[in-house]
């Protein structure tokens, strides 16, 4: 092998309803990659268990997510659509690289500060071990891209992290199996067995703010369902919502420029620059100088529009969970089988008897 074959992976966390920010920010974008790439995509509900472990009915959002994946237009026979929960391999490999990873990187990710609060002593050591199973979901496929969000790109660095010194750690162990490539460090050829993986930016993500609040981030967890645009919501709900939606007294600036300060103006704006898949100029252009009470309506018939289908799609696959869960096996399966080669490999590279 000369060079790692190209893989995307990214997951999904079945924690509350998925919502417009998670489809303009990744869903959308991983419809968009399947169509060059091969894809796995998967419903991390092991990760789940990280933010709450007892979940009221973790099967429906574990379906949830599988049928906005396939609402969206994500093909599960040409790639990959699976629970990870399904491959066991996932844990193994976190659990080595536990090992290899040192307790001063884990103190550095700002994530486990951020959810932990400040009573950190009574955060789970799953909380605290999240980016080490998110480096393995990741390199038990070799994956080398991983789409991400700011949130995000620390763990991608710790994951590589990880795989430079299993890499320099095992590489006497990995140069006779034939099984690595020699990638460079610095000036220094080392014959890698996992990937260094690349984050998968493909220009700027929109940020999706509140609708009740354009300085916060649209979340699952806000309290206020009207905060939010849910990819489950019907035709009413959107109106209601993007209707109710805060706003300014004053109209629509002519350019960009006139944005700053105006939080609510800057996000419903953006918003209907991503689903119209324009820039916030080209918006602006248009709209520039009209009040909200304009602006609004133009934007609920766009957010229907694109909306609709998947919200129509999603309900009727929600419809026949059977068909959803054979999906879910199907790619299990797959998943497993190449998770399973890259254990091998690894037990081998380690020194596992087997």
């Known amino acids: 092998m000369t060079e790692f074959k190209p893989l995307v992976f990214s997951g999904v966390q079945p924690t509350g309803n998925l919502h417009l920010g998670n489809y303009l920010g990744a869903i959308r974008k991983f419809v968009a990659l399947q169509e060059n790439n091969d894809c796995i995509y998967c419903v991390v509900d092991m990760h789940a268990l990280t933010a709450q ?52 990187w884990m103190n550095r990710m700002t994530q486990f500060k951020d959810k932990a609060g400040k009573d950190r002593e009574q955060a789970s050591l799953g909380l605290y071990a999240y980016p080490s199973l998110m480096a393995a979901d990741i390199l038990v496929y070799r994956a080398t891209h991983v789409p991400v969000g700011d949130d995000q790109k620390q763990h991608l660095e710790l994951a590589r992290d990880i795989a430079m010194k299993f890499n320099l750690d095992f590489h006497d162990k990995i140069v006779p199996t034939g099984l690595g490539i020699d990638i460079k460090v610095g000036e220094e050829p080392v014959h890698a ?6 984050p998968l930016i493909d220009g700027p993500a929109p940020r999706v703010m509140s609708l009740k609040d354009g300085s916060k981030k649209m979340s699952k967890s806000d309290p206020s369902d009207l905060s939010r645009i849910n990819l489950m919501d019907d035709q009413d709900a ?16 002519s350019e960009t420029e006139g944005l700053k300060g105006r939080p609510e103006a800057d996000n419903l704006v953006g918003i209907f620059a991503a689903l119209a898949d324009k820039s916030k100029a080209d ?16 934007l609920i018939d766009l957010a229907v529009e694109v909306l609709a289908p998947i919200n129509a799609e999603m309900r009727r696959l929600m419809e026949d969970p059977g068909h959803i869960d054979a999906v879910l096996r199907d790619g299990g399966a797959r998943a497993r089988a190449r998770a399973e080669k890259t254990m091998n490999e690894v037990r081998d590279i380690i020194g596992f008897v087997r």
């Not at 994500?74 to 990873?101: M, Y």
């Not at 939606?245 to 629509?252: F, I, N, Q, Y």
């Not at 918006?283 to 133009?298: D, H, M, N």
Request: proline share 8%; hydrophobic share 45%; aromatic share 10%.
């Open 53 to 104: 472990l007892v979940h009221e009915d973790m099967p429906t959002q574990i379906r949830s997510i599988t049928a906005a994946f396939l609402a969206a237009g994500i093909d599960p026979e040409k790639h990959i659509v699976f629970n990870q929960s399904q491959v066991p391999q996932h844990a193994e490999l976190a659990w080595i690289f536990n090992c290899v990873a040192r307790i001063g």
């Open 193 to 198: 067995y996992f990937p260094m993986v690349e």
């Open 238 to 253: 959107i109106s209601k919502k993007i209707r109710k939606a805060k706003t300014d007294p004053d109209a629509l600036p």
């Open 283 to 298: 918006v602006l252009t248009e709209f520039g100088g009209q009040q909200f009470s304009v602006f609004k309506p133009a």
